[in-house]
C-alpha cells in the first residue's frame, strides 16, 4: 500500500522552501544584471521563470479542472483566478501540507481514518496532491532551472565575472535539481505498489546519474556557446525537433484534450534537451543508449573543434579545467546510469533495465491499480 511518511513530509517542506528562495533569488539575480547595465542576462533570466510559471500553471489549472469535474463551477473560477496571478502552485502545496501533514502525523492507524473512506484514503489522497506537485516540479526544472544553470556557467566562462549572486543562482539551480529528481523518483517508486520504498543508496545513484550527466551536457553546450551563439541555438533548436518528433511517435496520451496534449510534448521535447526520460513504459535499451552515445559523441566532438579551431585556447587553464569537468562528469554519470538500471530501476516485475520498461504501458496497465496522471506521465 502506498504510504506518505515522516521523511516524505519533510521534503515536502524542504521543496517548499527551497521553491520559495528559488523565487527570490531569480529576481535577486536579475535585479543585479539590471544595475549592472547586463539588460539582456537580466531579462533572459525573467523570461525562463516566466515561461515556466505560465506552462506549469497552464497544466495545473487543468488537473483542477479534471479532477472537479462536476463540482462547483464557482470554486472552479476562484482556483483560475489564483493561477491566472501565477499562485496556483501555492495552492497545491496547501492541499499537500495538510493532507501529508494527517497522512504522516495523525493517521496511526486505520482506526483514523472516517467510516466512510477506506483505511488508506488519505494516504492515497497525500500521495496525489504531492505526485501532481512533483509532476509539475520536472517542468519547471528543465524549463526555468536548468536553463539557467546553463546561462550562469556561461556568463562564468565567457566573462570570467565571479559574483556572489551568481553561485548563489548556480548552487539554488543545483538544488532544485537535485529535489526535483529526488522527489520525481519518490512519486514514480509510490506509484508502483509491488515494489519497496525508495532507500538512500537508490536515491543517490539516481541522483548523481541525473546531475552527472546534466553537468557534462550544460558544460557542453557552454562550451559552443562561447565558440558560437548562433551554433548553440541551431544545435538545441534541433535537438528540441528531434525530441518533439520522437515524442509525436510515442502517441503520448497524457492530457485530455488535443491543445494540451501538443503543449504537453513541446514540454517534453525541451526536457529530453537535457535528459532522457521514458514517456511509454516501453523497452528503453536501445533509446537510452542511442541518446547518450549521441551526447558523448556531441561532446567529444565540441572539445575536438576547439582543439582544431581554436588550438590557442586550450593552453588556458579555464578550457583545461571545464574539458576535464565535462568527460568527467559525463563518463561517472553514465556509470551511475548503468548501476541504476540494473539494481534499482522500478521495472514491473523485477526484470533487469534490459528488458523492459512496463511501468505505464499496457502490460502495466492490466495489472496495476489505478494511479491517475502519473499513469502517463513521463517516466524513468
Not at 529576481?27 to 506549469?56: D, E, H
Request: glycine content about 6%; charged content about 15%; overall charge positive.
Amino acid at each position: 500500500m502506498m504510504k506518505f511518511t515522516k521523511q516524505n513530509f519533510i521534503f515536502l517542506v524542504g521543496g517548499i522552501i527551497i521553491y520559495v528562495v528559488d523565487i527570490g533569488v531569480d529576481f535577486w539575480v536579475a535585479s543585479k544584471y539590471f544595475c549592472q547595465g547586463q539588460y539582456c542576462w537580466g531579462i533572459l533570466i525573467l523570461c525562463f521563470r516566466g515561461l515556466s510559471s505560465l506552462i506549469t500553471q497552464v497544466f495545473s489549472y487543468e488537473w483542477f479542472k479534471n479532477d472537479w469535474e462536476g463540482t462547483d463551477t464557482g470554486k472552479l473560477k476562484w482556483i483560475f483566478l489564483v493561477h491566472l496571478f501565477q499562485c496556483g502552485i501555492f495552492i497545491r502545496y496547501w492541499f499537500a501540507l495538510k493532507y501529508g501533514w494527517k497522512a504522516a502525523f495523525k493517521q496511526n492507524s486505520s482506526r483514523d481514518a472516517s467510516e466512510t473512506d477506506p483505511p488508506n484514503f488519505i494516504q492515497k489522497q497525500a500521495v496525489d496532491v504531492v505526485t501532481d506537485i512533483n509532476m509539475l516540479r520536472v517542468f519547471k526544472t528543465f524549463l526555468e532551472t536548468t536553463p539557467q544553470l546553463f546561462v550562469q556557467i556561461y556568463i562564468l566562462m565567457a566573462h570570467g565575472k565571479n559574483n556572489f549572486y551568481q553561485y548563489a543562482a548556480i548552487i539554488m539551480s543545483f538544488c532544485g535539481i537535485s529535489f526535483s529528481t529526488v522527489d520525481y523518483q519518490l512519486s514514480l517508486r509510490k506509484s508502483l505498489p509491488d515494489k519497496d520504498e525508495f532507500c538512500v543508496l537508490p536515491k543517490l545513484v539516481y541522483l548523481f546519474y541525473k546531475l552527472l550527466t546534466i553537468t557534462s551536457w550544460i558544460l557542453s553546450i557552454s562550451l559552443i556557446t562561447i565558440l558560437s551563439v548562433r551554433s548553440s541555438i541551431i544545435l538545441l533548436i534541433f535537438l528540441w525537433i528531434c525530441g518533439f518528433t520522437w515524442t509525436l511517435k510515442q502517441h503520448t496520451t497524457f492530457c485530455k484534450s488535443k491543445k494540451m496534449e501538443y503543449l504537453y510534448r513541446t514540454v517534453v521535447g525541451i526536457i529530453l534537451i537535457f535528459t532522457f526520460f521514458n514517456i511509454k513504459g516501453r523497452k528503453t535499451k536501445v533509446c537510452i543508449s542511442i541518446y547518450y552515445a549521441t551526447h558523448t559523441v556531441v561532446t567529444l566532438g565540441i572539445l575536438f573543434v576547439y582543439i582544431f579551431w581554436k588550438p590557442s585556447i586550450i593552453t588556458e587553464i579555464y578550457f583545461t579545467v571545464v574539458s576535464i569537468l565535462t568527460i568527467l562528469s559525463l563518463v561517472l554519470g553514465i556509470i551511475f546510469l548503468v548501476i541504476y538500471y540494473r539494481r534499482f530501476h522500478p521495472t514491473a516485475y523485477g526484470r533487469p533495465w534490459a528488458c523492459s520498461d512496463e511501468v505505464d504501458g499496457e502490460a502495466g496497465r492490466k495489472d496495476r491499480v489505478e494511479i491517475g496522471r502519473f499513469q502517463n506521465f513521463i517516466m524513468q
